[in-house]
């Protein structure tokens, strides 16, 4: 009888104990769940944006103000893809809604853009190694009837000191912001998956402005290294590293003004697919 017992007590222990077990397990596996922070891809225009939100499961759709963030998952990783609008403005605006409203493990702001190097034509795609903001300027000193002098203007970096940008001589300086390396890496894993063009690194310059003037663009190209231009990235770039948020822009030539390569909107599907691929590399390593 005492043996019966004992044995009874030994099965109730380990059963209790199993059960802890079970519910440590649950608990851990929702905690891990919990841990899981999403993946932002910025797409200013629905043309930019919309392609890829359709390759997300169980996909959300919310909006805060303007903007429009599609929640989903991609191979079981939360992805949010965010419709920012077009320009400087509506990006940061947007990039900070969405770090303070989801947490973000990293951003990718991605879609078309026009060249600004001679080497690079339709179609080819730029991972933004550096990402500047060429509308940040500062004019020469010029009196009424002395004209206009573009090509004299010099960088102002708005983020050198907390005093007047004209006071700090530290803020005539260009400010890049860098590519995050683990986003970067992922990038160029699956660069031999786009067969639309080539995949290189380099510079993506951001401001409110379009600029089709021949000279002007050369002039950018050389004072600042730029690859490509568009009207947003340097903004998500900046809020991004003031949350310290990982970030990448990545871009493709819908155009390109210097060597004469005509617009072609398919350009944006093909960097939404190539986008696809690097989220898919990047999942792997989270």
Same mark, same amino acid.
């Given at each position: 009888m005492l043996k019966k017992f004992i044995s009874l007590i030994i099965l109730a222990a380990l059963a209790v104990t199993g059960l802890a077990g079970c519910s440590s397990t649950k608990e851990q596996g929702a905690a891990e769940a919990k841990e899981k922070q999403p993946i932002i891809v910025q797409g200013p225009m629905p043309i930019e944006a919309e392609k890829l939100a359709g390759h997300l499961e169980d996909v959300k759709e919310e909006k805060s103000g303007s903007f429009v963030f599609y929640k989903?998952?991609?191979?079981?990783y939360p992805v949010i893809v965010a419709k920012t609008g077009k320009g400087m403005?509506?990006?940061?605006?947007?990039?900070?809604?969405?770090?303070?409203?989801y947490d973000p493990a990293a951003i990718i702001n991605q879609g078309t853009s026009g060249g600004h190097d001679p080497e690079l034509n339709v179609f080819d795609i730029v991972l933004g190694e550096r990402t500047v903001n060429l509308g940040s300027l500062k004019t020469g000193a010029l009196n009424e009837g002395e004209g206009i002098e573009p090509k004299e203007w010099i960088p102002m970096d708005l983020m050198a000191s907390? !005093? $007047? %940008?004209?006071?700090?001589?530290?803020?005539?300086n260009i400010r890049y912001f860098e590519g995050d390396e683990g986003l970067l890496a992922a990038a160029k894993a699956v660069k031999g998956k786009y067969e639309?063009?080539?995949?290189?690194?380099?510079?993506? !310059? $951001? %401001?409110d402005v379009w600029n089709n003037e021949v000279d002007?663009?050369?002039?950018f190209h050389e004072k600042y290294g730029t690859s490509v231009e568009e009207m947003e990235g340097a903004a998500g770039a900046q809020i991004a590293a003031a949350y310290d948020v990982p970030f990448l822009g990545i871009r493709v030539l819908s155009n390109n003004k210097v060597n004469g390569g005509q617009y072609n909107p398919d350009?944006?599907?093909?960097?939404?697919?190539?986008?696809?691929?690097?989220?898919?590399?990047?999942i792997t390593t989270k």
């Open positions: 989903g998952k991609l191979e079981g403005e509506n990006t940061a605006a947007a990039t900070a809604v969405a770090i303070e409203k907390e !005093g $007047s %940008a004209g006071e700090d001589p530290d803020a005539e639309k063009g080539k995949v290189v690194e380099g510079t993506i !310059g $951001s %401001a002007r663009i050369n002039w350009t944006a599907k093909a960097n939404q697919a190539y986008v696809l691929e690097v989220l898919k590399e990047y």
